[in-house]
């Protein structure tokens, strides 16, 4: 009798095991699929694909206007992406970051954006060196133009921050804007 207690109890602890381990096995794998799905975000411009390594995607929020200076702000936020070409022929391409508008009239706070004068912003293409500029510097909010030879892709990395000035600008005011991959000739 102890003996059929005891084979009927391995046997419902040996069932209750193996569903945790299922469980467990599948709770992971969805919440991994999930931040995964989140974390890079995919474009597809036509020849190119362009994939933002963020979950915020192509968008750039400061929420703080803090100054900074250009030591710290190179080691701010990071907004990277991939440019890939998969087509055979080489493909020409801008990157522009514009103003998010849908986002500035969904916060109603055109009032309370940062003057692009007061903005300082470095572009790092592939692994060299990045280059940094006052936003409104940049012709027609254009970034970086480029061709892309064929079946090959480079890596982007953007920073923004508020420049140290003696411009006086209220503390709740920020600036939303969007990444954009442009082909050349549409």
Not at 62 to 73: H, L, R
Not at 84 to 100: F, P, R
Not at 140 to 168: G, K, M, P, Q
């Amino acid at each position: 009798m102890y003996q059929k207690y005891y084979r009927r109890h391995m046997i419902k602890s040996a069932i209750i095991i193996i569903f945790l381990f299922a469980f467990a096995i599948i709770s992971t794998y969805l919440i991994y699929k999930s931040f995964a799905n989140e974390r890079e975000r995919d474009i597809d411009t036509g020849e190119m694909e362009v994939v933002f390594h963020s979950k915020e995607g192509n968008k750039i929020n400061m929420t703080k206007f803090t100054p900074v200076s250009d030591a710290v702000g190179l080691s701010s936020t990071e907004y990277s992406f991939t440019v890939k070409n998969s087509t055979d022929g080489s493909v020409s391409y801008k990157i522009v970051l514009e103003a998010n508008n849908k986002r500035i009239s969904k916060d109603n706070c055109m009032n309370k954006t940062i003057p692009s004068e007061l903005l300082k912003l470095s572009l790092r293409v592939d692994y060299q060196a990045p280059e940094a500029k006052i936003l409104s510097e940049y012709l027609d909010n254009v970034l970086y133009e480029d061709t892309l030879e064929a079946n090959s892709e480079e890596d982007y990395s953007i920073r923004l921050w508020a420049i140290n000035s003696d411009f006086v600008i209220d503390r709740d005011s920020h600036y939303h804007g969007v990444i954009k991959v442009i082909e050349e000739g549409e």
